[in-house]
């Protein structure tokens, strides 16, 4: 009981906070991403293969399901999200049918580069997506728009949000 209560602790400690930040950055609220992070949450412990398995939102899908959203409310503004969550709905079919069939295996045929790249290019991402917040700007989902837009930010910066970001990401290094 012990491990399940620090384990639990644990991850609501670190997916609170993440949760909150993927909704904001993928231009649906900070709702969204509670939301998103419980529903996951509930279906990983349904369906989930291991007793020590936390799941949660994760940065490589906020940037998928980001350009989705986007292409889609630009396609069909009205009925986008509709078809975004028909997408999500679909990847987690194929994703269950992918474990039924006993296919996890076979990701270590992937190449480390190509995963370390993938990886490398979510991350650059996500710090591109968030470099506006920390300047005191509202975000972006568009990563071309958010670099045209930094010079300006940079020089009209908010020095409180400044601080604050610099003074957070001090507190996590030291």
């Known amino acids: 009981m012990r491990g399940n209560l620090f384990g639990g602790l644990t991850a609501a400690v670190i997916a609170l906070p993440l949760a909150l930040a993927f909704g904001i950055s993928s231009g649906l609220g900070p709702l969204a991403g509670l939301y998103g992070a419980a529903i996951v949450g509930i279906f990983a412990a349904i369906f989930g293969g291991t007793a020590a398995q936390i799941s949660g939102p994760t940065g490589p899908m906020t940037v998928v399901m980001t350009g989705i959203i986007a292409q889609f ?5 009205d009925n986008g999200l509709a078809l975004a969550f028909t997408a999500v709905m679909l990847a987690g079919c194929i994703q269950m049918a992918m474990g039924a069939l006993k296919l996890g295996k076979y990701i270590i ?29 509202s975000a972006s989902g568009n990563v071309p728009m958010a670099l045209l837009a930094l010079p300006g930010q940079i020089t009209n910066m908010s020095m409180a949000n400044a601080l604050m970001g610099v003074l957070t990401l001090l507190l996590l290094i030291f």
């Open 109 to 137: 045929m992937v190449p480390y580069p190509v995963i370390s790249g993938f990886m490398s290019g979510i991350g650059v991402i996500i710090i591109v997506l968030q470099l506006a917040p920390l300047l005191g700007h």
């Open 73 to 77: 409310l630009t396609y069909y503004p």
